[in-house]
């Protein structure tokens, strides 16, 4: 077993924790994945345990790619080094076996957040349209530092309430991420996850044109593209998906 912590965390603790994480802990998650929230002292830490990989990736997360809880972990450094919020990485574990790697685990702190883009999806959600604004700046600013968070969806933002009317956002589901110079075409399709309706494309594509320097109707209408693809094809996966019983 690997396992790897940030300083100030105490190794003995963390392997103990994982230990007993079937048998303690408050599931907050268990579907593909499991998350667990855990007291630990006077913190609170949220553990991932992700899904078992299938045969091939476990060789793959074992001798040729990292694993999706080392690159949650790495790529969390990574992004509070940038100034870029996100809850405080603790620690990855890896678990192998003779044929590769089986459990993996990434710890973090929990954060108490007030909500997440999701709720902005309501037309009357106070300040909503302020919020969307300085959403969209802390996109740009993810764009403008390389930071190509391919999980940049609806429900990977968690979102704290400041005094008037600031916001701060702290990403999470770290693991597909890659830090890269992002071009015009990139940062327009990094919004396709994000499943915009037409009102919030129209408050979003004008501020980002804004900071662009781009025009305010391509910027709109290539949004808009964007997610109409990613929404058509999800609807045509989901669909081969279900005629095939997976």
């Known amino acids: 077993m ?15 924790l994982i230990n007993s994480f079937e048998e303690n802990g408050k599931t907050l998650w268990n579907k593909r994945n499991k998350i667990k929230i855990f ?6 830490w949220n553990v991932k345990s992700f899904k078992v ?29 940038m100034k870029v919020l996100t809850p405080k990485p603790i620690a990855f574990i890896e678990k192998f076996n003779p ?26 959600y106070p300040d909503r349209e302020n919020i969307l604004d300085q959403f969209t700046v802390f996109t740009f600013e993810l764009h403008e530092k390389g930071i190509h968070h391919f999980d940049h969806s609806r429900g990977n933002t968690l979102i704290i309430a400041k005094e008037n009317n600031q916001y701060d956002f702290y990403l999470i589901d770290l693991n597909r991420m890659k830090f890269e ?7 327009i399709k990094n919004f396709d996850r ?28 290539q949004i808009t593209e964007v997610c109409e693809k990613f929404a058509t094809n999800r609807a045509r996966n989901k669909k081969l998906k279900k005629k095939f019983g997976f």
């Open 53 to 81: 990989p299938h045969l091939i990736n476990k060789l793959v997360y074992r001798y040729f790619r990292k694993s999706k809880a080392r690159r949650s972990f790495e790529h969390a450094q990574n992004l509070l080094k």
């Open 39 to 44: 007291n630990v002292g006077s913190e609170e």
């Open 2 to 16: 690997k396992v790897v912590v940030a300083k100030s965390y105490k190794k003995d603790q963390i392997i103990d």
């Open 194 to 221: 994000l499943s915009l309706t037409n009102d919030m494309i129209a408050i979003i594509s004008k501020k980002y044109a804004a900071l662009i320097h781009e025009d305010e109707q391509k910027v709109h209408k």
């Open 181 to 187: 110079d992002m071009d015009y075409d990139i940062r």
């Open 99 to 124: 044929i590769g790697l089986g459990n993996s685990f990434y710890v973090s702190e929990n954060l108490h957040y007030d909500f997440t883009f999701n709720e902005l999806f309501d037309k009357n």
